[in-house]
């Protein structure tokens, strides 16, 4: 079992041996935290989810193992939400939370339970498509779902503008209020979404990979879809 292990541990440093000579000092940095991070969570046995916004995808992993794959359409992001350590999920919200009641049957119920009791059995479908995820070191991650139509396409082009016009001022806000504001917006398909509301749970440990060319970098930035 030991055996194996390493050598998943091998593979997962593969990569980064293989690139380490174009990488700057910065980039190397960056990388190598990763990569104790991954090794520590892969020791550990625990799941977690890797941000990569180089590859533009999440990873749902398990002793260093991909365990779910999601594409990322578009993403942007302020201040600097980098999390080269560990950070659980503190909360998640939505404006529209998952709601389904079943009600018990009276010839199923145990003796000493109500009959009427309402019980919450939720589905895949009942996972929200846009909502807000609180990581433990501040950081908020909006997801929503990527734009299909020539409108909803339209639509998410006119809000860049008023999404960067806004961030200063919550920016400012969190600063009087002795609190750093870094935020990461994530645009993927709606099934995709309701997948990573219902894998990522609270508790679960995040990390965050940054582009190459920014890992240190402190100012806004966007980048746009990368299909394959």
């Given at each position: 079992?030991?055996?194996?292990?390493?050598?998943?541990?091998?593979?997962?440093?593969?990569?980064?041996?293989?690139?380490?000579?174009?990488?700057?000092?910065?980039?190397?940095?960056?990388?190598?935290?990763?990569?104790?991070a991954?090794y520590?969570?892969?020791?550990?046995?625990?799941?977690?989810?890797?941000?990569?916004?180089?590859?533009?995808?999440?990873?749902?992993?398990?002793?260093?193992?991909?365990?779910?794959?999601?594409?990322?359409?578009?993403?942007?992001?302020?201040?600097y939400?980098?999390?080269?350590?560990?950070?659980?999920?503190?909360?998640?919200?939505?404006?529209?939370?998952?709601?389904?009641?079943?009600h018990?049957?009276?010839?199923?119920?145990?003796?000493?339970?109500?009959?009427d009791?309402p019980?919450?059995?939720?589905e895949?479908?009942?996972?929200?498509?846009?909502?807000?995820?609180?990581?433990?070191?501040?950081?908020?991650?909006t997801?929503?779902?990527?734009?299909?139509?020539?409108?909803?396409?339209?639509?998410?082009?006119?809000?860049?503008?008023?999404?960067?016009?806004?961030?200063?001022?919550?920016?400012?806000?969190?600063?009087?209020?002795?609190?750093?504001?870094?935020?990461?917006?994530?645009?993927?398909?709606?099934?995709?979404?309701?997948?990573?509301?219902?894998?990522?749970?609270?508790?679960?440990?995040?990390?965050?990979?940054?582009?190459?060319?920014?890992?240190?970098?402190?100012?806004?930035?966007?980048?746009?879809?990368?299909?394959?």
């Amino acid at each position: 079992m030991r055996t194996i292990r390493n050598l998943l541990l091998l593979l997962l440093i593969a990569p980064i041996l293989v690139v380490a000579g174009e990488l700057s000092h910065a980039d190397l940095q960056q990388e190598n935290a990763l990569l104790q991070a991954e090794y520590d969570l892969a020791k550990a046995g625990k799941p977690y989810l890797l941000i990569d916004l180089q590859e533009q995808q999440l990873e749902l992993k398990a002793s260093g193992l991909p365990l779910e794959t999601w594409h990322i359409d578009s993403y942007r992001r302020w201040g600097y939400p980098s999390a080269l350590t560990a950070v659980d999920l503190q909360s998640k919200s939505s404006l529209a939370e998952p709601e389904r009641e079943v009600h018990v049957v009276s010839a199923a119920v145990p003796d000493g339970v109500a009959a009427d009791k309402p019980l919450k059995a939720f589905e895949l479908a009942d996972m929200p498509t846009s909502y807000r995820l609180h990581l433990g070191n501040g950081t908020d991650i909006t997801v929503h779902p990527a734009p299909g139509t020539w409108f909803q396409h339209l639509r998410s082009i006119l809000a860049v503008p008023a999404w960067y016009l806004s961030r200063p001022v919550i920016s400012s806000w969190k600063f009087l209020r002795g609190s750093p504001y870094n935020e990461l917006a994530l645009a993927i398909s709606a099934q995709d979404a309701r997948r990573l509301y219902w894998a990522f749970s609270e508790g679960t440990p995040c990390l965050i990979r940054l582009p190459a060319a920014v890992a240190t970098a402190r100012v806004p930035s966007t980048a746009g879809s990368k299909r394959q």
